[in-house]
C-alpha cells in the first residue's frame, strides 16, 4: 500500500460505525409501541396522568406504564436467569415484531409463572388491561361510569390503605400503585444488585437502565446513584 493511503476499517470500527447508524435511526411508527421507553419517559407518563381529567386518557397510561415496566422487569428476570442471552434476544422477544412476550397479556401471564407479581396483581393487571382494550378499541364515548366499566372494576383487589377510593377511577390508580410496588419488591429481592450489575461486566451499563427504569417509576432514585 502506497505511504499515506488511508488503512480499511477494521472489523470492530465497522461494526461501531453500523451500531452509531442503529441508534441514529429514526423507529417507524408501528415500532413506537414496542420501542423500550426511557426513564425521561416514564417520568412524563406518570406526570400526564395527574394533568387529565379524561378518562380515556387515564386508562391508557396506566395500562401503557405497567406494561412497560413489566416489559423491563421480565427483562430483568430473563438476563439475571441466562448471562449468555445477548441484550438484542431480549429485546427480540419482549418488543420484536411477532415477539413470543409482545402482548400485555402474555407478559402478565409470564409474571406470573416466575414470581414478579402475585396472584391478586395478576388479576388486577388483566381487569386493567381488559378496560384498557375496552377504551382504546371502542367508538364509543366509555368512561368510569359505564356499567361494563364499574362492573369490571369492582374485580379490583388490590387497595392502598393510605388512599381515599371515593370513585372507580380511584380504585385503578390505587390497582395500579400496589402493582408498581410489586415490581419494585422484585427488584428489591435482588439482593446484590450492584453484585449483580458487575457480574454481567459490559452489559452494566443495560442492567442499570432496567433498574433505573422501574426506580423512577417507583419514585425511587435511580439505582445508579446508590454505587
Do not use: W
Not at 460505525?17 to 435511526?25: G, N, V
Not at 442471552?85 to 412476550?101: C, R
Amino acid at each position: 500500500m502506497a505511504e499515506g493511503a488511508s488503512q480499511p476499517p477494521s472489523r470492530r470500527e465497522r461494526r461501531a460505525t453500523k451500531r452509531d447508524e442503529a441508534k441514529r435511526k429514526e423507529p417507524t411508527l408501528s415500532e413506537l409501541s414496542r420501542t423500550l421507553p426511557g426513564t425521561a419517559d416514564l417520568t412524563a407518563a406518570k406526570d400526564e396522568y395527574f394533568k387529565t381529567d379524561n378518562d380515556k386518557v387515564a386508562i391508557l397510561l396506566h395500562a401503557s406504564v405497567l406494561d412497560a415496566n413489566l416489559g423491563v422487569c421480565i427483562a430483568l428476570h430473563i438476563a439475571d436467569a441466562n448471562p449468555l442471552i445477548s441484550y438484542d434476544e431480549v429485546q427480540k422477544i419482549i418488543h420484536g415484531e411477532h415477539a413470543a412476550l409482545g402482548t400485555f397479556s402474555s407478559k402478565i401471564h409470564l409474571a406470573y409463572l416466575v414470581g414478579i407479581v402475585d396472584a391478586a396483581a395478576r388479576n388486577d393487571l388483566d381487569c386493567i388491561r381488559r378496560i384498557r382494550n375496552a377504551f382504546a378499541h371502542s367508538a364509543l364515548p366509555l368512561t368510569f361510569q359505564t356499567k361494563q366499566v364499574v362492573d369490571e372494576c369492582k374485580k379490583l383487589q388490590l387497595k392502598r390503605s393510605d388512599f381515599t377510593i371515593s370513585t372507580n377511577r380511584d380504585m385503578v390508580f390505587s390497582s395500579y400503585l400496589c402493582i408498581l410496588n410489586q415490581y419494585g419488591v422484585y427488584i428489591k429481592s435482588k439482593t446484590r444488585p450492584l453484585a449483580l450489575l458487575r457480574k454481567y461486566g459490559p452489559r452494566r451499563q443495560i442492567l442499570t437502565q432496567i433498574l433505573d427504569q422501574i426506580r423512577t417509576a417507583l419514585g425511587l432514585p435511580p439505582e445508579s446513584s446508590q454505587a
